[in-house]
Each structure stands twice: as structure tokens, then as C-alpha cells.
């Protein structure tokens, strides 16, 4: 059971309601999506996700193959069952990691050769195998197994890239079988090339999936670029399924998204940065280990309602990672978390109220962008 329903569409840019109907739940839209990779949003409970409003985490198919193996986890029930959440889940389909492993890796027409990160032992991730993994994990949104292309390329990589992406998509989608419980959605590359993304676009909405990413996005390339192609991009994708922004998460992406038409939009960066000391504020990056905080008692943000900024002080924090004290993560990756689920929520009524590119304005100028 899958299906995407069109709620409203902004009078004043491409920016769109929707809701995306699976198994496991509805997911309003647009969504930022907390990334899960080795099932877990790292060091956060599924009960504080929910109390975070996560509608949806993702999972990652590399990872998970590798450890604990995708046979275990079926074993135990599926994703949802293995990890305690009960709402939806995204997969995607180990592509990104393994064309991102550089020289432990082999590409061939078959699929992908790779020495595994953690042992050095030798895999191979076909489409046909991103399937069936994916498949025994039982997530409700799957991804096709792509080959995501580095920035710079050469157009001629970028066209035998994509053709290939193309083919594998094809493969993915007639290897697929439990389509009922698992909607797969397919994947458009093409670099930075408009006619290879037009022509991407074209052939994988061809195959007619029932949702649609934009893929090679967010790579190294300057954010000028990426918000040109993405542009472009999404007014080659059909208005009635759900369209998605692979691998961005900073506000300023999210409202570049949304305003061409995203829907849904994944990161680590709340947790990674979170890890770091890093804090995402209304009015800009916040690094908490700076000495000017060690006297500073008042919250992270004072326009932030979330648990860290209603109970603890910059000093304190400051203190927990100054002696790499666990909370500290937490406390970081609670913030960061509830400011981008929170930040997408009050862009989803600026949508529905008709004012999302003031919305837009008066961030950025607080952010200090």
C-alpha cells in the first residue's frame, strides 16, 4: 500500500503539500528524513525520535549487509522489528557507499566489486542483490541501485554512467517482487549535464516507478550548480509521485529544495555535525567548544523549544564536551535533529499559508546567509 497524494501547490514557487500513504504509516510532506545508517539515528532512541516528530529514518543498505547482514535482520522480524520503529523507513541501495570507497572498488556492466571498510574481505552488490537485500530488510521505500557520479566529470563518464543507471534501474525493478509492502523508486543521474539529465529523466519515469530521487546531487559542487540542475530536474518528473533530494540536509538546501518542488530530503549532518559540537541555531552555526560559552549560561537557541534548549545552558554543554562526556553528543544530536523536523514543519504551514518565500527571507537573514 503506497500511494502519493497531492495536497496543495504553493501560488508562489514550485514548493508542494503532500502525503505519502505506506504501510507503516503517513509521511506529510515535505519531510526531512533522519538518516539511521546502521539502524540507529546515532545516539538517539526510536521513543525520543518520536518525541522529535520524526515521520520517517533511513536506513543503509552497505552498512547493514555488512553488519549484522541483511539474513539476520530478516531473521528477526525485518528493520522495523530489529530496531524497535514502528513508522516508515527508506533504504537506500548501498550505491552512494560503494562508488564512494574509490580504489576498493571494481564497476562492471554485472554490478559493483568492493572490499568491504571493515575487513578488507572482497562483496558484490549487483541490482539484482541491492533487491533482495533491501527486500530483507522489509523497508516501505527502497531505492534503485545507481552509480552515483563524483564532481567534477567528464561527459562521457557522466553518459556511460547514467545509461548504466539506467539498465540497472530496469534490472532492479524486474528483480523486485514484494512490490505490495515495498514501493522502489528509481534514481536520476546525469552529473551536471542538462540534456544527460533530461534524458536520465526520462528514461527512469519510463520505467514508472511509483516515486522518483534526484541523485548526484550535493557532491562538491557549488550551490549555485546543484540549484540549477535541481531546477531543471524536478520539471521532468511526474507531478503525482513524491520526488526526492538525495543527501542534503543544511537549511539553506532544504529551503532551495522545497522551493523547486522536493518533497523529501535526507542528511547526516544533524548528528555528525552534533558529534563534533556543532549546534544548527536560527541565527547561524553555533561551535559550543569555543571558550566565549564557558560563562554563558543561556540557552543554545532561546527561539528553540526543544528538551536541550529548555534544560540545559551553552555553559554546561560546553563542560560535557570539554570532557567528552556521552550527554553532550546527545544532548547536540536531540537539538539538531528537532531544528531541521521542526524547521520542514513550519515550512510545511508556511506552504499551506501561502507565504513560504517570506518565510525563506526571514531566515536567511537571521541565519546570516
Known amino acids: 500500500m503506497f500511494k502519493y497524494e497531492l495536497i496543495k501547490e504553493s501560488k508562489e514557487c514550485k514548493a508542494r503539500l503532500g502525503k505519502v500513504h505506506t504501510n507503516h504509516g503517513v509521511i506529510e510532506t515535505p519531510v526531512f528524513m533522519p538518516v539511521g545508517t546502521k539502524a540507529t539515528v546515532k545516539a538517539m532512541t526510536p521513543d525520543e525520535m518520536k518525541d522529535l516528530e520524526a515521520q520517517i529514518i533511513l536506513g ?69 542483490k541491492s533487491m533482495e537485500i533491501q527486500n530483507n530488510l522489509g523497508s516501505d521505500i527502497m531505492m534503485a541501485f545507481d552509480e552515483c557520479v563524483p564532481y567534477p566529470a567528464t561527459y562521457e563518464y557522466a553518459k556511460n554512467s547514467m545509461e548504466r543507471t539506467t539498465r540497472w534501474a530496469k534490472r532492479c525493478k524486474d528483480f523486485h517482487k514484494n512490490t505490495d509492502n515495498q514501493a522502489l523508486f528509481g534514481i536520476v543521474q546525469g552529473s551536471m549535464f542538462e540534456d544527460l539529465r533530461k534524458e536520465s529523466a526520462k528514461q527512469i519515469t519510463n520505467l514508472d516507478f511509483p516515486g522518483y530521487a534526484i541523485g548526484g546531487l550535493s557532491v562538491g559542487e557549488p550551490r549555485d550548480l546543484m540549484c540549477e540542475v535541481m531546477d531543471y530536474t524536478v520539471d521532468l518528473l511526474p507531478k503525482d509521485k513524491p520526488r526526492y533530494l538525495m543527501g542534503v540536509g543544511s537549511p539553506d538546501y532544504l529551503f532551495e529544495a522545497v522551493e523547486r518542488g522536493i518533497d523529501m530530503a535526507d542528511c547526516v549532518l544533524p548528528t555528525r555535525m552534533a558529534r563534533h559540537g556543532a549546534f544548527i541555531t536560527s541565527k547561524g552555526q553555533l561551535t559550543i567548544k569555543n571558550a566565549k560559552y564557558k560563562n554563558d549560561f543561556s540557552p543554545i537557541d532561546e527561539n528553540c523549544n526543544c528538551y536541550t534548549c529548555r534544560n540545559y545552558s551553552r555553559a554546561y554543554i560546553r563542560h560535557l564536551f570539554n570532557e567528552k562526556e556521552i550527554l553532550g553528543a546527545r544532548l547536540a544530536s536531540i537539538h539538531n535533529l528537532f531544528f531541521l523536523i521542526n524547521l520542514m514543519k513550519s515550512i510545511r504551514i508556511s506552504i499551506m499559508e501561502d507565504n513560504f518565500m517570506d518565510f525563506k527571507k526571514e531566515f536567511y537573514e537571521n541565519y546570516g546567509y
Open 60 to 128: 543503509n543498505t552497505y552498512h547493514l549487509y555488512l553488519r549484522p547482514g541483511d539474513e539476520l535482520i530478516r531473521e528477526a522480524g525485518g528493520l522495523h522489528k530489529f530496531m524497535n520503529w514502528d513508522r516508515p523507513i527508506l533504504t537506500d541501495s548501498g550505491g552512494f557507499q560503494v562508488f564512494s570507497l574509490g580504489k576498493l572498488r571494481k564497476i562492471t556492466e554485472e554490478g559493483v566489486e568492493f572490499q568491504s571498510h571493515v575487513d578488507g574481505s572482497k562483496h558484490f552488490i549487483s541490482p539484482e
